[in-house]
C-alpha cells in the first residue's frame, strides 16, 4: 500500500469543503412563507396601538395615532384617533372589499379596485397594502439565499391572486420566523417600496417589531410606524368588522 503524500493529503483536505454542495435548507420557501405567516397572523384576532408618522422629503414630519384591529388573516380595522385625520377609518372586509368612512362627510365610501394602488392616508403605504393580509394567498416563495441569520426568500405572484406587486424579497429570522424586511418590485423590476422591521422585542408574550419603517426609494418619502401595544385573542366579535360599526365607531 503506497502512502498518501503529505502534501496531497494537505491540499485535498483543503478544497474538499469548497467544492462540496452548500447544505440544503430544511425546509422549502413555501414553508418559510408559511411559518413566518403564522408569527404575524395566526391569532384569533390581535389589537395594535401605533404612532403612524409621515416623514416628508424635506424632512417635516406628520405624526398620529391609529388603533389597528385585526381579526384572522383577512378582516382589519384601522382608526386614526389623533391628529387632522381623527375619526377617518378603513374597514377591510376581505381583499376585494375596501371601505373609508370620512368624517367629514359623514359617509362610508368603498374603494374602488382601480384605486387600490393610490396612497393610505398621504404615507407610503398603499390601499393595497393595508388590504394584503396573508402573504400564502397572494404569493409563492422559493429560497434565494440563506445564512446563519435569516432566509431571504424571492416572492412570485400566486396565479390568479391579484398580488399588488410583480415580485418581492422577503428576509424572515431564522430564529423565530419574524418578518425583518421586505423589497417590492414593479412590473419592470424596479424597486419601488421597502419595508424595514427593527426593535423586536415581547408585547404581552408575543414577540413583535416595534418599529416598522416603509420608504417609497422613488422619492425617499417614508412612513414610520412606531408600535405602542400590541395584544392578540381579544375575542372581537364579526360584527365590529362591518360597515355600520365602521361608520359607529367601536
Known amino acids: 500500500m503506497h502512502a498518501v503524500p503529505r502534501a496531497t493529503f494537505l491540499t485535498t483536505a483543503i478544497l474538499l469543503p469548497a467544492i462540496l454542495p452548500a447544505p440544503a435548507s430544511a425546509l422549502t420557501g413555501d414553508e418559510v412563507l408559511a411559518r413566518m405567516d403564522k408569527t404575524i397572523n395566526g391569532f384569533a384576532d390581535q389589537a395594535m396601538d401605533v404612532t403612524f408618522t409621515i416623514v416628508d422629503v424635506d424632512g417635516s414630519k406628520k405624526s398620529y395615532d391609529i388603533t389597528v384591529r385585526q381579526k384572522g388573516d383577512q378582516k382589519r380595522l384601522v382608526r386614526f384617533t389623533s391628529g387632522e385625520m381623527k375619526g377617518m377609518a378603513t374597514l377591510v372586509e376581505d381583499r376585494n372589499r375596501v371601505y373609508v368612512y370620512l368624517p367629514g362627510f359623514k359617509k362610508v365610501r368603498r374603494v374602488a379596485a382601480h384605486n387600490m394602488n393610490q396612497s393610505f392616508a398621504g404615507s407610503d403605504l398603499s390601499n393595497d397594502d393595508m388590504a394584503s393580509v396573508s402573504w400564502t394567498a397572494l404569493w409563492d416563495a422559493t429560497i434565494e439565499r440563506e445564512d446563519a ?27 423565530s420566523f419574524q418578518q425583518i424586511g421586505i423589497e417590492y418590485f414593479d412590473a419592470a423590476g424596479t424597486l419601488v417600496r421597502t419595508w424595514k422591521m427593527s426593535g423586536i422585542r415581547e408585547f404581552h408574550g408575543v414577540t413583535r417589531a416595534a418599529l416598522i419603517v416603509v420608504t417609497d426609494v422613488r422619492t425617499g418619502h417614508r412612513t414610520e410606524m412606531h408600535v405602542r401595544d400590541f395584544r392578540v385573542n381579544q375575542g372581537f366579535q364579526d360584527s365590529l368588522f362591518t360597515v355600520r360599526q365602521l361608520e359607529w365607531g367601536e
Do not use: E, F, I, S
Not at 416572492?155 to 406587486?165: K, S
Open 149 to 175: 441569520t435569516a432566509y431571504h426568500l424571492a416572492c412570485a405572484p400566486r396565479p390568479g391572486a391579484n398580488a399588488p406587486y410583480a415580485k418581492a424579497r422577503v428576509t424572515v429570522a431564522r430564529d
